[in-house]
């Protein structure tokens, strides 16, 4: 049967084949008031509108419309697609089709999405009611940190034990290791859950960590164990019961101007396997000290031992080891040292890597 309508003023007459909006609503999922609204948005306008009473009518196929409308609320669909999907209904139902499926392949990676962002407030939960912090980082970042600084616990004695603290802050983990002669700072990105943590981990645990197999490493710190996982190795030891001395009061104050001398490491190393040195011993063990200077035009060079117990230029002597390890640790290439006279601490930094660095203490006259 054809529609049919008879025009009278101000009013259109409609055959029985069309459907009032409560009609429209019952038969096809949507209410009154998202009939209304799309009609108001112009993806599903009625057929028929009475000028005076504002009442609507649909035909049979834009109740067929409505139940779409209803069926793509119900998944989520943007209105704007709804109102493509309804124009496409008709002339293009392929297309219609290939967007229910595009829609299906959104939900289902927003599901995934989900899930994951789920399974992460559980763990971090787990980890609030065990007072249980979470480090996830790459095994290739806590390597390189730990070879930075390992080099300056190797000699520790009473009262620190040999070992790397292992400080966490914001989206970081920042290595220290010293033996009060000498300290190494480094630190790496690094996801942190759970609350601020700094176990002081002994030497042998810090080589395990450093020994795990390439790929993600997630560390799990609590008052009393550390346990990391990578691929499926793990590790596990007990920190240290220590106070980890506050590292940095040893560092230039913010805005305290340094003495920066950039130097080759390379270079550098020749110039002190060809300079002379002067023997010191301290509780017993003997060592090699290399004296620091500049040359007038600021340059880096290497003082005499009278320079060093005369009137106190700028320069510093340090142990030559102790030197010599920290320009391993600062890599090949170019470095800056911070040379701010003979009782300042020597200070080797890795240019645009602020937070890398050694410290040696100055040996005095």
Avoid: C
């Avoid at 529609?3 to 009609?23: A, H, M, Y």
């Avoid at 603290?165 to 009060?180: I, P, Q, S």
């Avoid at 990105?189 to 002994?202: D, I, K, N, Q, T």
């Avoid at 795990?212 to 490493?217: E, F, H, I, Q, T």
Wanted: aromatic share 4%.
């Amino acid at each position: 049967m054809t529609l049919q309508q008879v025009e009278t003023p101000g009013w259109v007459v409609v055959e029985s084949n069309t459907r009032g909006i409560g009609e429209a609503a019952q038969a096809s999922g949507l209410s009154v008031s998202a009939l209304r609204f799309y009609d108001g948005a112009g993806v599903l306008v009625p057929a028929v509108v009475d000028p005076s009473t504002g009442y609507r009518r649909y035909t049979p196929a834009q109740i067929k419309a409505a139940r779409l409308i209803a069926g793509l609320r119900r998944v989520g669909m943007p209105v704007a697609d709804i109102a493509q999907a309804v124009r496409d209904l008709a002339a293009d139902p392929a297309g219609v089709r290939a967007k229910l499926d595009d829609h299906l392949v959104r939900l289902e990676t927003g599901l995934a999405d989900a899930r994951r962002e789920l399974l992460r407030l559980h763990a971090l939960l787990d980890l609030e009611e065990n007072l249980m912090t979470r480090l996830t980082m790459t095994t290739a970042d806590l390597t390189a940190a730990l070879d930075a600084v390992r080099f300056a616990a190797a000699g520790a004695t009473e009262p620190i034990p040999a070992g790397v603290l292992l400080e966490t802050g914001d989206g970081t983990v920042t290595l220290v290791a010293t033996d009060r002669y000498r300290l190494a700072v480094a630190s790496a990105p690094a996801g942190v859950e759970g609350p601020p943590v700094r176990p002081f981990l002994p030497l042998d645990l810090a080589d395990d960590l450093r020994g795990l197999p390439a790929g993600p490493v997630t560390v799990d710190v609590t008052a009393d164990r550390v346990h990391a996982q990578a691929g499926g190795t793990s590790v596990e030891g007990k920190p240290f019961a220590f106070d980890f001395p506050d590292y940095r009061r040893l560092l230039p104050a913010a805005g305290e101007e340094t003495r920066r001398v950039p130097v080759d490491a390379a270079a550098l190393r020749e110039l002190l396997a060809a300079a002379p040195v002067v023997d010191r011993e301290h509780d017993g063990e003997a060592y090699r000290v290399s004296i620091l200077g500049l040359d007038p035009a600021g340059s880096l060079r290497l003082a005499t031992e009278d320079e060093w117990t005369g009137d106190g230029g700028p320069h510093v002597a340090v142990n030559r080891e102790f030197l010599l390890q920290a320009l391993d640790a600062g890599g090949s290439g170019q470095l800056l040292l911070e040379l701010d006279g003979p009782v300042r601490p020597l200070v080797v930094r890795v240019p645009g890597d602020g937070a890398r660095f050694s410290l040696l203490m100055p040996v005095r006259p």
